[in-house]
C-alpha cells in the first residue's frame, strides 16, 4: 500500500512538473529605407526590410513569410514579396528584402508583413504581423525633385547677398578711420 502512494505521489509530481515542449515565437519587424525617408517619389527606388526573430525556445517550422505589395502602384526591382523557410531556429532570425519603385503618386495606406508558422512540430498554424509603417506620400517626379534638391544656386545667393551686407558697412567703416584718425580729418599730403 505504502509502494501504491508513493508511485501515485511521484506519477502526480511528474505530471506536475513536467514541462511543456519547447514552443517558437516569433516577432517580425518591418521598416523601410529610402533617402529621403519623408516622401517617396514616382519612378524612385526604395527597400523593404522584413526581419522575423524567433524570440522562443522551441524551432519554427514551415516558415511563410509574405510582404505582397500591389502590383498596380509598385514595381518589384529586386527581391521576393515573400519567402518560405523550413525553419527557424531558436534565438534565429531570417530577413526578406524587397526593392520596389511606385509608378503612382498620391497617397499609399501601409500594411503588415504576415508570417505563418507552427509553433512545434505539431500542425497547429500561427500567425504572426509585422508593424506598421506610417502612409506613404508619392510624389510625382518634378515635385520630388523640388523637395529633395541641394538648391546651390539659391544658396550661393543667399550667401553672396549676406556677405554684402557685412562688407559693406565694415569697408565704409575702415575708409572713414583711414579718412578720420582719431576723429580729426587727415591732412593731405602735397
Same mark, same amino acid.
Not at 46 to 61: K, R
Not at 88 to 106: D, H, M, R, Y
Not at 144 to 167: M, N, P, Q, V
Given at each position: 500500500?505504502?509502494?501504491?502512494?508513493?508511485?501515485?505521489?511521484?506519477?502526480?509530481?511528474?505530471?506536475?512538473?513536467?514541462? =511543456?515542449? =519547447?514552443?517558437?515565437?516569433? %516577432?517580425?519587424?518591418?521598416?523601410?529605407?529610402?533617402?529621403?525617408? /519623408?516622401?517617396?517619389?514616382?519612378?524612385?527606388?526604395?527597400?523593404?526590410?522584413?526581419? !522575423?526573430?524567433?524570440?522562443?525556445?522551441?524551432?519554427?517550422?514551415? !516558415?511563410?513569410?509574405?510582404?505582397?505589395?500591389?502590383?498596380?502602384?509598385?514595381?518589384?526591382?529586386?527581391?521576393?514579396?515573400?519567402?518560405?523557410?523550413?525553419?527557424?531556429?531558436?534565438?534565429?532570425?531570417?530577413e %526578406?528584402?524587397?526593392?520596389?519603385?511606385?509608378?503612382?503618386?498620391?497617397?499609399?495606406?501601409?500594411?503588415?508583413? /504576415?508570417?505563418?508558422?507552427?509553433?512545434?512540430?505539431?500542425?497547429? !498554424?500561427q500567425?504572426?504581423?509585422?508593424?506598421?509603417?506610417?502612409?506613404m506620400?508619392?510624389?510625382?517626379?518634378?515635385?520630388?525633385?523640388?523637395?529633395?534638391?541641394?538648391?546651390?544656386?539659391?544658396?550661393?545667393?543667399?550667401?553672396?547677398?549676406?556677405?554684402?551686407?557685412?562688407?559693406?558697412? %565694415?569697408?565704409?567703416?575702415?575708409?572713414?578711420? !583711414?579718412?578720420? =584718425?582719431?576723429?580729426? =580729418?587727415?591732412?593731405?599730403?602735397?
Amino acid at each position: 500500500m505504502r509502494l501504491l502512494s508513493s508511485i501515485l505521489v511521484l506519477a502526480v509530481l511528474a505530471v506536475t512538473f513536467a514541462a =511543456p515542449p =519547447p514552443t517558437a515565437n516569433l %516577432l517580425v519587424q518591418k521598416h523601410v529605407s529610402a533617402e529621403p525617408f /519623408v516622401y517617396f517619389g514616382e519612378g524612385r527606388n526604395f527597400t523593404t526590410h522584413v526581419t !522575423v526573430h524567433n524570440v522562443g525556445e522551441g524551432v519554427a517550422y514551415d !516558415v511563410v513569410l509574405s510582404d505582397p505589395w500591389p502590383a498596380k502602384l509598385f514595381l518589384v526591382l529586386e527581391g521576393k514579396t515573400s519567402a518560405k523557410f523550413d525553419e527557424i531556429p531558436a534565438g534565429g532570425k531570417v530577413e %526578406l528584402n524587397t526593392t520596389l519603385s511606385p509608378n503612382f503618386n498620391g497617397e499609399f495606406a501601409s500594411f503588415p508583413a /504576415v508570417v505563418h508558422y507552427q509553433p512545434t512540430e505539431t500542425p497547429t !498554424v500561427q500567425v504572426g504581423y509585422s508593424n506598421v509603417l506610417r502612409n506613404m506620400t508619392v510624389k510625382s517626379t518634378e515635385v520630388f525633385d523640388k523637395l529633395t534638391a541641394k538648391h546651390y544656386r539659391e544658396w550661393a545667393t543667399f550667401t553672396g547677398l549676406s556677405l554684402l551686407t557685412i562688407l559693406l558697412p %565694415l569697408f565704409i567703416w575702415t575708409k572713414v578711420q !583711414v579718412d578720420y =584718425p582719431n576723429g580729426v =580729418p587727415a591732412k593731405k599730403r602735397n
